[in-house]
């Protein structure tokens, strides 16, 4: 296999597991029913005029399956930090005790876990055009590469590669989005 077939197939792959990469860190922003320090990582904190990630003003822990606990290293970060998880709209409730702040994570509706796992799905969808575009880039390559005299067969061989690979993300994406949902609709 010639030098610039391998780097369509490397790149390919490449494309592919970030896209496997994104879905799984956009799963772990999916509430599914137990209180998760991931659940914050989206929340910005006017820090001194600067929008700062939570993880980056504060000690973010979970007590139980049904607390978090962020622990600011400033005390003078209690009161923005409130309000950023209040405008981060995530339906939490955040209360401080003048040390830290409690997040007590409400139980899920039946509703509210079928919507959670309808965004899980189009998360997996979404990773799976990914994967797809990421497909069809390599087998355009591919084909340039036979106009400009790679032979047929080559080319076949490494389009059944690309497919293959494929096939793989897309089952992993599916073992994915089933854990999540598994994970989202148990109670």
């Not at 405008?87 to 003048?98: E, K």
């Not at 880039?137 to 690979?165: F, R, T, V, W, Y």
């Amino acid at each position: 296999m010639n030098e610039e077939l391998q780097f369509i197939l490397d790149s390919t792959k490449e494309a592919m597991n970030s896209a496997i990469e994104h879905l799984d860190k956009q799963l772990q922003k999916i509430r599914a029913g137990k209180a998760s320090p991931m659940m914050l990582s989206g929340v910005m904190v006017d820090y001194y005029g600067t929008k700062t990630p939570l993880s980056q003003v504060a000690n973010v822990n979970t007590l139980d399956g049904r607390t978090i606990t962020i622990q600011p290293w400033e005390k003078s970060m209690i009161s923005p930090i409130e309000t950023a998880i209040i405008n981060a709209n995530l339906g939490l409730n955040p209360q401080n005790n003048g040390e830290q702040i409690l997040i007590n994570v409400p139980m899920l509706t039946e509703e509210r876990r079928r919507d959670l796992s309808k965004q899980a799905k189009a998360e997996g969808e979404h990773s799976k055009v990914g994967i797809r575009n990421a497909r069809k880039e390599a087998n355009d390559e591919i084909k340039k590469l036979q106009k400009n005299g790679l032979s047929e067969d080559i080319c076949k061989d490494a389009e059944s590669n690309i497919q293959k690979l494929t096939d793989n993300h897309i089952a992993k994406v599916d073992s994915l989005i089933e854990a999540k949902e598994k994970d989202i609709m148990t109670v």
